[in-house]
């Protein structure tokens, strides 16, 4: 039995490690990327990504609000859907398993970077057209990871405690 404080004695299933969080990452391409307006409106987004050790990189247009307002405050917050449930997902409706976290980003001029230098996988997910005017937000997740349904069997999903944990990044 595994204590979850000194003050309440209940049995606690271990979470993932941030190895295996970082392994769901570097498995998965789409991520919702949150910032902030300079007028403080909060604004979301997919993005296509790739995953590099300590840190994601996301392909943007050079005109879009990203590349515009990330820079302002240089933090946002990213949740990463992980598809579960195989066969079973197409009868039952089960939702994604995710990860979240609060991130430092920065968003590299056109030419400042060598997107192919960075990862084949990125300049892939780029079309060859738009690959010159592409801006790269390099994002670099700091403090936990919070996970919902990562290393969780199905059937325990239905209970957040058991479903959830809090993940160092590493």
Avoid: C
């Avoid at 003050?7 to 392994?23: C, D, F, N, S, Y």
């Avoid at 996301?58 to 579960?84: L, M, N």
Wanted: avoid cysteine; aromatic fraction near 8%.
């Amino acid at each position: 039995m595994v204590e979850t404080d000194n003050r309440v004695k209940q049995p606690r299933t271990p979470g993932p490690t941030g190895a295996e969080v970082w392994k769901q990452l570097e498995k998965r391409s789409f991520a919702v990327l949150s910032y902030v307006t300079p007028a403080g409106e909060p604004r979301s987004s997919g993005v296509v990504y790739v995953a590099a050790p300590g840190r994601l990189y996301a392909a943007v247009a050079p005109d879009s609000w990203k590349a515009r307002h990330i820079p302002v405050t240089g933090q946002v917050a990213v949740t990463v859907p992980v598809r579960r449930g195989g066969l079973l997902s197409l009868i039952w409706p089960i939702p994604p398993a995710t990860i979240s976290f609060h991130a430092r980003a920065v968003v590299h001029p056109r030419g400042s970077l060598d997107i192919d230098s960075l990862s084949s996988q990125l300049a892939t997910l780029v079309p060859a057209e738009r690959l010159a005017d592409t801006r790269i937000v390099e994002i670099f997740p700091e403090g936990f990871f919070l996970t919902y349904g990562i290393g969780t069997p199905l059937l325990k999903m239905r209970n957040p405690a058991a479903a959830r944990a809090h993940v160092r990044v590493s």
